[in-house]
């Protein structure tokens, strides 16, 4: 059964925003520490944003901090990504991803620490 699942992407122009989620099927990744990573067209999957499990700590890549804002919802289980001012070379195939320990997002992001991954949603940001 699918653990993560996301939805929200789109195609926007640059400048423009979306809001990413993700939603977990299983309760048990409230608990663990949630994710983005994005992987564009020829280049190799990076590093976006986590988050903690209580949302005490979050950790972004220098190239998306101060624009995107990485965010969950205990209650319904979801993951966000709110992506703002985005930019061409932001598009990208953008997954989320679970991982049982915090020191998997930061302060070195480890893909081969999250457990969990989603199939991932298209974001284009167009000049």
């Known amino acids: 059964q699918e653990r993560l699942v996301e939805s929200g992407g789109g195609s926007v122009q640059a400048g423009g925003s979306l809001r990413l989620s993700c939603a977990a099927s299983d309760r048990t990744l409230s608990l663990f520490t949630m994710g983005w990573f994005r992987q564009a067209p020829g280049k190799e999957r990076e590093f976006v944003a986590a988050?903690?499990?209580?949302?005490?700590?979050?950790y972004y890549s220098d190239s998306v901090k101060g624009r995107f804002t990485i965010s969950r919802d205990s209650a319904k289980n979801t993951l966000y990504l709110q992506m703002n001012s985005l930019k061409p070379e932001d598009t990208a195939v953008y997954s989320c991803a679970a991982s049982p320990r915090w020191e998997a997002a930061a302060p070195r992001p480890a893909e081969s620490g999250f457990s969990y991954w989603g199939q991932g949603t298209q974001v284009t940001g167009s000049s």
């Open positions: 988050i903690s499990w209580d949302s005490i700590r979050t």
